[in-house]
């Protein structure tokens, strides 16, 4: 076969391997054979730029020259460094004569260097380091064909090197969400213990106070006792995100009525729909909707979608409830006619403190955390919560109870008591 086509068909063929070849080091290691082998060199490597853009490591050498791994090759002193100023390729014929060889690598290896040939490695014009080949056999100068065949190779090396620098980048990433994940993970176990016992001590001596006290003093009383029961209900939510997460909440399996637990919710939030002059409205068909299950845990998730469609819903707007039995659930629909959830947001509202809205501009208050612990009791039971909303014209959240529910989940336990 003509010699050119032979090279041309190895060079082709170098990168449906590389796809094949797991790890950096063998990839380089493969490029760097082949530039030895077609350009008929003596040597070759292929030099990684640090950094700060001053030295250039050894990545890959052939034959291997475990001599030259710790060697630092400065850029301002060495052929391939000119190589990488210049980003394009140098050819230098008599090595002895340059007055920027790096003399030491040599020295380190016991190599003589006659002739060089490096190339930058470049991806999207950034220099990520150095393709070259020395001493091209029979003392023949290195020509315009050997140039080709390395600056190909070196595309293929620029695309290695950069992928092992993104598969770093995404270790690193991964690592540090794993560590900011577990700073709130701890935040919220912490949070919740600390906050608990001195809350129930101010909660029960203001309450304890106020029945004490004239009635002059009972106003700034009911304040203290009514955002103490704020505080609580925020620690409370933080308790069930720190259960669940650790695998200790409990369902304690009873028979709940569904339509009492919403008439219930509907009695908490009814003086605020009224305050926004809000249609609130239930429909059943007056069955009481029994199931097994969790009525402190069911409770507090449809509380939260009710208040929510509450607050978020514009004067003179609607709330709607929709409960029935459909094969094997209880079907609850929550429906609102209030500023819906861009459709950006909506993956993420189940998520622990996320909110729509920027927290130091939002009218509402909240920690974003009432859909996240309405989901977990519903997870609880083996149910689903789920959401269709559109921006600026309303939102439904649909839950899905089974009729007999309660499978614990994971490390979390079920139990009739
Ligand atoms: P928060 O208690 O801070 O409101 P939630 O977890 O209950 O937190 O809700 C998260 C976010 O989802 C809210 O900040 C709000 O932007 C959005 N959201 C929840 N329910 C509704 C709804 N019915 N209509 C529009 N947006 C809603």
């Not at 097994?292 to 003179?316: M, P, Q, R, W, Y």
């Amino acid at each position: 076969m003509d010699a050119q086509l032979e090279r041309l068909q190895r060079l082709i063929e170098v990168g449906r391997k590389l796809s094949m070849v797991p790890e950096l080091s063998s990839m380089l290691q493969l490029i760097i054979g082949v530039a030895l082998r077609l350009t008929d060199s003596a040597a070759a490597s292929i030099l990684e730029l640090d950094l700060d853009g001053k030295n250039l490591h050894f990545k890959a050498s052939l034959p291997v020259q475990e001599a030259l791994n710790s060697l630092v090759i400065p850029v301002d002193e060495s052929i391939a460094g000119l190589a990488s100023k210049q980003k394009q390729a140098v050819a230098v014929t008599h090595v002895a004569a340059s007055p920027v060889h790096y003399k030491i690598a040599d020295e380190l290896s016991g190599f003589h260097t006659h002739s060089i040939l490096a190339c930058p490695i470049l991806f999207r014009g950034e220099l990520l380091g150095i393709i070259e080949v020395v001493n091209k056999l029979g003392g023949a100068d290195y020509n315009g064909e050997d140039v080709t065949i390395l600056e190909t190779l070196s595309a293929h090396a620029a695309l290695a090197l950069q992928t092992a620098r993104l598969q770093t980048l995404l270790e690193t990433t991964r690592q540090e969400a794993e560590r900011l994940d577990k700073m709130k993970t701890d935040f919220v176990a912490i949070t919740s213990h600390e906050l608990r016992t001195p809350l129930g001590l101010i909660l029960g001596h203001s309450t304890f106070l106020r029945e004490m006290a004239s009635t002059e003093y009972q106003a700034q009383l009911d304040t203290i006792i009514r955002n103490a029961m704020r505080l609580k209900e925020i620690i409370d939510s933080m308790t069930v995100v720190d259960n669940f997460q650790s695998g200790m909440a409990l369902v304690r399996r009873r028979t709940v009525s569904i339509r009492a637990l919403i008439s219930a919710a509907f009695t908490a939030i009814q003086k605020e729909a009224e305050t926004k002059q809000l249609t609130l409205t239930f429909e059943n068909d007056e069955s009481e909707l029994m199931i097994e299950g969790d009525a402190g845990k069911i409770g507090i998730a449809i509380h939260n979608l009710i208040k929510n469609a509450v607050v978020f819903t514009n004067a003179s707007g609607s709330v709607s409830v929709l409960a029935e039995e459909v094969p094997g659930y209880v079907k609850i629909t929550i429906k609102d006619t209030g500023i819906g959830i861009p459709a950006r947001d909506l993956p993420h509202i189940f998520e622990q403190f996320y909110q729509v809205e920027s927290h130091l501009t939002r009218r509402h208050g909240g920690m974003g955390l009432g859909l996240s612990v309405a989901k977990m009791n519903i997870d609880l039971h083996g149910g689903r919560l789920w959401v269709d909303s559109v921006e600026g014209t309303g939102s439904t959240f649909t839950v899905m109870l089974p009729l007999d529910s309660a499978q614990p989940q994971g490390g979390n336990k079920a139990f009739i008591d």
